[in-house]
């Protein structure tokens, strides 16, 4: 079937702008991650939702950074006015329940120039 | 906070030789310890696990044993293979949230023929 699906794969844009990642989990999935992840580096967790509601965002880094999950499945992480030190893979992961094996996508890779 | 420890690669071995990524962790608790594997243009995928003090977890011929006296999950491996090329990433979680990983900063693995 069908695994986690990420868009876009790439993403240049200008220091500044705003920014739209979206995460498409495994159909029936209720938990869905959010990770970043830097050069060289292992991932960062940055949010968790148990189905429609953020049931840990302590990984966000700051209040530019914030993601929705209105419906239970889709995913988006938004971050405003990006920065240089934004730049870097963001992971999504979902499972079945948040006690199951995690299954990762391929990642959004986000250059800010 | 938790935090986890890999050794530095690149891992640089000839084919059938045999292999230990050693990953120590610091966590409040009883965490359970993962080893996730990345290939090269692919997402991260679960290696193994091990849930408890003295469980060792296993799969495609690689092993490691939680050692609870040592706060250490060693990844070995008898004989690898040049298809086992990748980067491997140790991670721990605490569960208490759901599963939010603090993974290593991973370890490039090369294996010649």
């Known amino acids: 079937g069908a695994g986690v699906s990420q868009t876009p794969s790439n993403k240049v844009t200008e220091k500044g702008k705003y920014v739209e990642l979206r995460c498409d989990p495994i159909?029936?999935?209720?938990?869905l991650y959010w990770y970043r992840q830097s050069l060289g580096q292992g991932p960062e967790f940055l949010i968790y939702?148990?189905?429609?509601?953020?049931?840990?965002d302590s990984g966000l880094p700051n209040d530019r950074f914030f993601a929705v999950r209105p419906e239970g499945s889709v995913s988006t992480l938004k971050i405003q006015r990006t920065e240089r030190g934004d730049s870097a893979v963001y992971l999504c992961?979902?499972?079945?329940?948040?006690?199951?094996?995690?299954?990762f996508g391929p990642g959004t890779r986000l250059t800010v120039t | 906070g938790d935090s986890v420890t890999q050794m530095e690669g690149p891992v640089t071995l000839s084919e059938e030789a045999f292999l230990t990524i050693n990953c120590t962790y610091t966590?409040?608790?009883?965490?359970?310890l993962f080893w996730y594997v990345q290939y090269p243009g692919e997402g991260l995928q679960l290696l193994l696990k091990?849930?408890?003090?003295?469980d060792k977890g296993s799969n495609k011929g690689f092993e490691a044993t939680y050692r609870k006296e040592t706060t250490s999950f060693h990844l070995e491996k008898g004989s690898v293979q040049v298809s086992d090329s990748a980067v491997y990433f140790c991670?721990?979680?605490?569960?208490?949230?759901?599963?939010?990983?603090?993974f290593g900063p991973g370890t490039r693995l090369s294996v010649l023929p």
């Open positions: 992961a979902s499972s079945l329940t948040s006690v199951h094996e995690q299954y």
């Open positions: 159909s029936g999935h209720t938990a």
């Open positions: 939702f148990q189905g429609t509601g953020a049931a840990d």
């Open positions: 966590a409040t608790g009883y965490p359970s």
């Open positions: 091990a849930t408890k003090a003295d």
């Open positions: 991670a721990l979680s605490d569960g208490n949230y759901g599963q939010n990983f603090v």
